[in-house]
């Protein structure tokens, strides 16, 4: 099915949005990081993931999340309308991971595609098969965060997850003709190794769709959440990535002709 008849096809969907609720965490503005232009990031409650780099441990809990309806994501992204315009920004959701709450994440966008405002998915893609086509279509941009392509090296990052489905969404993506930014958090010792990193820019260039690759160097801004919320931070202690390590690496994707940051 081409792009243009599967937009037709899901233009009759009623996503009933006054009854969709969802549990948000928090908002943020930014820039830069979280998509092109200025973004309102709206941060959603509950990840399946416990990442040892984790950065938002305050969101692993769908409990911890305020209930919020999509016309209230609606009044707060129209204040911004202005500034979304003049700098080619938009919305993001992130998390927590968005696709543990998919039928909310699917209203909102639905709804900001029925006003003109860009969206983009901040998602590890574990749960990819959650998402449908509908609500990838209505979306303009997805962060996907490719934490390891060795199978053992990212069970080991996130708590025991498999790869495998991270895999498949990337690859239903570019089926569905979606843009893309691949995110890889490079935390030496653990995922740069070249049996690690060489097979992973393989995989990322062959996908066709990809816009950019972010290399981004591990840190530890996050144990202040981790001391607050009496968690140990699991990479406590461990250097960041040298300037030269990160250059390493994001020369490994650009062989491939990828642009990368």
């Known amino acids: 099915m081409r792009l243009d008849e599967a937009r037709a096809t899901f233009a009759t969907v009623d996503t009933s949005r006054q009854t ?8 943020d503005l930014s820039t830069a990081v979280d998509g092109p232009g200025a973004r309102l990031v709206l941060f959603l409650s509950g990840c399946p993931l416990r990442c040892l780099y984790c950065q938002n441990p305050d969101t692993w809990s769908e409990r911890d999340g305020a209930p919020t309806s999509v016309d209230d994501v609606l009044r707060k992204l129209r204040r911004y309308r202005a500034l979304f315009e003049r700098t080619g920004g938009g919305i993001t959701i992130s998390g927590g991971e968005p696709l543990l709450q998919p039928k ?13 405002i860009a969206t983009a998915l901040d998602t590890s893609g574990a749960l990819g098969a959650r998402a449908t086509d509908e609500l990838l279509l209505d979306t303009d941009l997805v962060l996907l965060d490719i934490k390891s392509f060795a199978p053992t090296t ?6 025991g997850a498999e790869v495998a489905p991270t895999l498949r969404f990337a690859r239903r993506l570019a089926g569905l003709e979606r843009r893309v930014w691949i995110r890889f958090v490079l935390v030496p010792g653990l995922n740069d190794s070249p049996d690690n990193v060489e097979p992973l820019a393989d995989f ?7 816009e950019r690759v ?5 840190h530890t801004l996050a144990v202040p959440k981790y001391q607050a919320l009496g968690l140990p931070f699991p990479l406590a202690g461990r250097p960041a990535p040298t300037p030269e390590q990160t250059a390493h690496v994001r020369s490994r994707f650009a062989a491939r002709g990828l642009t990368v940051t």
């Open 104 to 116: 909310f994440t699917a209203a909102v966008f639905r709804a900001c595609a029925e006003e003109g």
């Open 204 to 210: 990322v260039a062959d996908l066709g769709n990809i």
């Open 154 to 159: 990212y069970a080991r990052i996130t708590g």
């Open 214 to 218: 972010d290399v981004l160097p591990f």
């Open 20 to 27: 969709v609720t969802g549990m948000v965490h928090s908002w």
